[in-house]
């Protein structure tokens, strides 16, 4: 099935109906003679007329929300839908349901920061919660591939912004709150709020699994009979056990009078969390812990979380860190299984929240013995003034700056002695660099394989 109504013009094909949406940086009223020529045979719109029916509205977004909640809602309102919101971790938790339910032969889909994934299928995607049109789209599709269960990513902008309009989940999660977005959000207390809502879209039997160790864990506790908390001491999952290397992560935990133990297949104290979060929301869909326990030598993380490429002696750790907690999470995991120096490659982007900048270089030069301060997709602002934001009251004299993210990782490989790690944050899975002039190719892997690649055999 595909949805008749397009928001963007260049979608249109004839006999689709477009309709004009005001946004921040586009005005679709501007783009509906384009719509026509491709075949639009009607346009709703809040003003105007044209050569086609037109029916004009006060709200055109208002009526595009009301529109798909009531003519494609109830195609896909049977699919378990789960939801999961937090500063970081999402993604994470996320790709991991969808490979363990597929492993058990449960058709999923997973939509999130590193793309759509449907029972087989792939499409890119450019937000982490798509706008409302994309989000009911992809839904469909998802049905349409035989999905049982839906898990989204859901965002602080996306719950603001009501793009999961219409939406109720069976089962939410929320992994933590660390600053991040105060430039749309301004207050963390707003932040927390609009995370909040995801809790207050539930339906039925619902489920929600909390972080309890995350000090914002209490904004999300409404409803306290369908709260599972996981803690390091004392909630409904009690962590035991952890032990580091840089292979994996062993653990045990205490769930329902029974003991676990366990390996995954990732580094660091917070992917124990995330686990144990996917562990739990696949459990109450039905299957037992052991069953999904003995998926874990199969299950990856996703591209750029903790990716490891091994180098002579080094582990070399690519991570989409770029926040002040993941960047802090990332280095304290890597002082688990450390037998050299922890060396790290950071910026921060451009166009976001300033605040963060001298917060994260601080973090970075303290837990590191060496960083190399670079550029992180700085968009529309001055590389070299980022990076200003970030020394800015350093501390530590253990860093030097190189705004060329290629020569950065170069000069930081080259400094690599026996047994040292190198971070490499902040780009993760983006296989991009935004600049003033555009959007353009760039992989943190790809350079660092080139380095391998051009010094192999070199001890």
């Given at each position: ?124 995607m450019v937000n982490t919660t798509p706008d409302v049109d994309v989000l009911y789209d992809y839904f469909l599709k998802a049905k349409e591939a035989g999905c049982k269960t839906m898990v989204m990513e859901v965002s602080s902008h996306a719950l603001a912004k009501d793009r999961i309009h219409g939406l109720e989940f069976d089962e939410v999660a929320f992994t933590n709150l660390t600053q991040d977005h105060l430039d749309y959000h301004k207050t963390m207390e707003n932040y927390a709020k609009a995370k909040q809502l995801l809790f207050k879209k539930t339906r039925n039997n619902k489920i929600a699994i909390i972080n309890g160790d995350d000090p914002h864990a209490h904004y999300f506790m409404l409803d306290h009979n369908c709260n599972e908390i996981i803690s390091d001491h004392q909630g409904d999952l009690v962590i035991d056990e952890i032990k580091f290397t840089h292979l994996g992560t062993y653990f045990s935990f205490d769930y329902q009078g029974n ?201």
């Amino acid at each position: 099935m595909e949805i008749k109504l397009k928001t963007d013009s260049r979608k249109v094909k004839p006999g689709d109906t477009f309709i004009a949406i005001r946004n921040v940086e586009r005005d679709g009223h501007d783009y509906i003679e384009s719509a026509i020529k491709n075949g639009a045979s009607k346009i709703i719109c809040e003003e105007g007329n044209y050569d086609v029916e037109t029916v004009i509205v006060p709200d055109t977004r208002a009526y595009l929300k009301d529109y798909l909640y009531q003519n494609y809602y109830p195609e896909f309102k049977d699919m378990n839908l789960i939801g999961v919101t937090g500063t970081n971790g999402k993604t994470t938790i996320c790709y991991m349901i969808y490979q363990m339910l597929e492993m058990l032969n449960h058709p999923a889909s997973y939509m999130g920061t590193i793309g759509f994934y449907y029972h087989h299928h792939y499409l890119n995607m450019v937000n982490t919660t798509p706008d409302v049109d994309v989000l009911y789209d992809y839904f469909l599709k998802a049905k349409e591939a035989g999905c049982k269960t839906m898990v989204m990513e859901v965002s602080s902008h996306a719950l603001a912004k009501d793009r999961i309009h219409g939406l109720e989940f069976d089962e939410v999660a929320f992994t933590n709150l660390t600053q991040d977005h105060l430039d749309y959000h301004k207050t963390m207390e707003n932040y927390a709020k609009a995370k909040q809502l995801l809790f207050k879209k539930t339906r039925n039997n619902k489920i929600a699994i909390i972080n309890g160790d995350d000090p914002h864990a209490h904004y999300f506790m409404l409803d306290h009979n369908c709260n599972e908390i996981i803690s390091d001491h004392q909630g409904d999952l009690v962590i035991d056990e952890i032990k580091f290397t840089h292979l994996g992560t062993y653990f045990s935990f205490d769930y329902q009078g029974n003991h676990y133990q366990t390996k995954i297949q990732m580094v660091g104290r917070y992917n124990v969390y995330n686990y144990l979060t996917a562990l739990l929301l696949i459990h109450h869909l039905g299957y037992r812990i052991e069953d999904i326990l003995a998926l874990n030598d199969r299950l990856k993380a996703p591209s750029g979380r903790m990716e490891l490429i091994e180098y002579h002696q080094n582990g070399i750790f690519v991570d989409f860190a770029h926040t002040p907690d993941a960047v802090k999470n990332v280095l304290e995991s890597a002082k688990e299984f450390k037998k050299g120096r922890i060396m790290t490659v950071m910026g921060c982007g451009g166009d976001r929240d300033p605040l963060k900048r001298p917060i994260m270089g601080e973090i970075a030069s303290e837990g590191s013995d060496f960083v190399v301060i670079t550029s992180d997709n700085p968009r529309s602002e001055d590389p070299n003034k980022i990076i200003d934001d970030i020394v800015k009251g350093l501390k530590h004299e253990n860093y030097m700056i190189e705004p060329d993210r290629k020569k950065a990782i170069v000069k930081a490989m080259d400094m690599l002695e026996k047994d040292d790690i190198l971070l490499v944050l902040g780009k993760g899975h983006e296989n991009y660099q935004i600049t003033s002039t555009g959007k353009h190719h760039y992989s943190d892997q790809e350079e660092i394989q080139k380095y391998i690649d051009q010094h192999e055999g070199n001890a």
